[in-house]
């Protein structure tokens, strides 16, 4: 496993420092307008299924529909996700895994019958939770 890496400024530091594996702001946002449209959900729940555990961010159960809200450097937004000058010999094959990862996870939700749906933190919270309204909810608006 790659050691991580030194910080290449005390900015840079401070900003990997304050990152959250839950409750970013772009989930609350959409966690917030999704209870104002009435919907109910769970969040950061962890699904054992037969290809392996996931945790979506947004968890509706009784219509199995996992939500993913991902950050577009993390996840590599074709749109946003930029490669770090700094570094790349460790953010290449990072960043990639994650990538990786997301697929793999949407595979083993898939093949157990759940829909999935990921946005990036870019998406209007307004679009995003209009289709999620849809898939959970359909025919009612």
Request: charged share 30%; aromatic share 8%; proline share 6%.
């Amino acid at each position: 496993m790659a050691q991580r890496p030194i910080a290449s400024s005390h900015c840079a530091r401070q900003t990997m420092r304050a990152n959250r594996r839950v409750d970013t702001s772009p989930e609350r946002a959409l966690r917030s307008e999704l209870h104002s449209l009435g919907l109910r959900f769970r969040k950061d729940l962890r699904l054992k299924l037969d290809g392996g555990a996931v945790r979506p961010d947004i968890v509706f159960t009784r219509a199995k529909v996992a939500v993913f809200v991902d950050g577009c450097f993390w996840h590599q937004c074709p749109e946003h996700g930029q490669m770090p000058k700094a570094n790349r010999e460790y953010w290449a094959p990072k960043l990639a895994r994650n990538v990786e990862r997301d697929q793999a996870n949407d595979a083993t939700l898939r093949g157990s019958g759940w829909a999935v749906l990921r946005f990036f933190e870019h998406v209007p919270v307004a679009d995003a939770a209009s289709a999620i309204r849809d898939v959970v909810r359909p025919g009612i608006h």
